[in-house]
């Protein structure tokens, strides 16, 4: 039994060693018998070798018993026939372990090339994507520059509402900014009228509480008025879109295409809704 291809390794083990044990009440693990778990993954190819060389070591073994029977003793006799016999055990379960390592590595091959379809497919669309992006870029770079042309002039039509606002004539309202306001409204402190229930004596017309005496037949309820205020709101500005818009270039140092601005190109258009 014999390989020379290059196989995964599968968990296949083999202890190179029978230990046989009968166990009759609780004791001590013996330390030299390691379990299946502890050992290491071995390929069909290490358990070919495996098996090769416990058939070497029967075939020398039963080589030397004719020679034995005449010169040795019967315990070295039945020594060797225990080596013997081992010795076809390791065959025999080595074989049984080649069978099992074949399979368990037919199967690995085969989920690996399934895997490796899979993979192959997804950089198939992933390439495809690829190209497809590097299109949509340069689309991108195209319409963003033509933009960046509209977010100029509106930058220029603001930079002219803003100088109109900051010298209005008397009594004129502020230019509105043409585009849709996305500031919001001044709300100021005003005061609103509340009704508050009391409970009051009749007599006396004086506030009267729950534990106001034990004769609670005078006690009557009454609706009184009490101004509240209101505090203000204050309003936020309108902030133009040249200045909420970035438009980035292409790679990594690329300038921008188009930048925004952090406060609009005035600190103050005038105009509030």
Excluded at 162 to 180: H, R, T
Excluded at 190 to 201: A, G, K, P, Q, S
Excluded at 208 to 216: E, F, K, Q, V
Aim: proline residues 8%; glycine residues 6%; hydrophobic residues 40%.
């Amino acid at each position: 039994m014999s390989t020379s291809m290059s196989l995964p390794r599968v968990n296949v083990r083999e202890t190179r060693t029978i230990h046989p044990v009968v166990t009759i009440r609780s004791q001590p693990r013996d330390p030299v018998i390691q379990d299946a778990a502890q050992l290491a993954p071995r390929t069909s190819a290490d358990i070919a070798a495996d098996c090769d060389a416990a058939a070497a070591e029967r075939t020398a073994l039963e080589a030397s018993r004719p020679e034995l029977m005449l010169t040795g003793t019967a315990d070295d006799v039945a020594d060797l026939d225990h080596r013997i016999a081992v010795a076809k055990v390791r065959i025999d379960q080595a074989t049984a372990q080649y069978a099992a390592a074949l399979a368990a590595e037919a199967r690995a091959r085969s989920e690996n090339e399934a895997e490796q379809s899979r993979r192959k497919a997804l950089r198939k669309v992933g390439m495809k994507a690829s190209a497809e992006a590097a299109k949509l870029a340069d689309r991108y770079a195209v319409l963003a520059r033509e933009l960046a042309g509209v977010l100029g002039q509106l930058r220029e039509q603001e930079g002219r509402i803003a100088d109109a606002n900051a010298a209005l004539p008397d009594s004129a309202e502020p230019v509105p900014p043409g585009e849709p306001f996305n500031g919001t409204e001044t709300i100021p402190m005003r005061y609103e009228t509340t009704h508050d229930l009391i409970w009051v004596d009749a007599r006396t017309g004086q506030p009267a509480g729950i534990l106001a005496g034990n004769d609670l037949r005078h006690r009557v309820a009454k609706t009184i008025e009490r101004r509240v205020a209101v505090p203000s709101i204050p309003g936020e500005p309108h902030v133009p879109l040249s200045h909420r818009v970035t438009l980035p270039g292409l790679g990594r140092d690329a300038p921008p295409i188009w930048r925004s601005l952090p406060q609009p190109l005035r600190s103050d258009t005038g105009y509030r809704s």
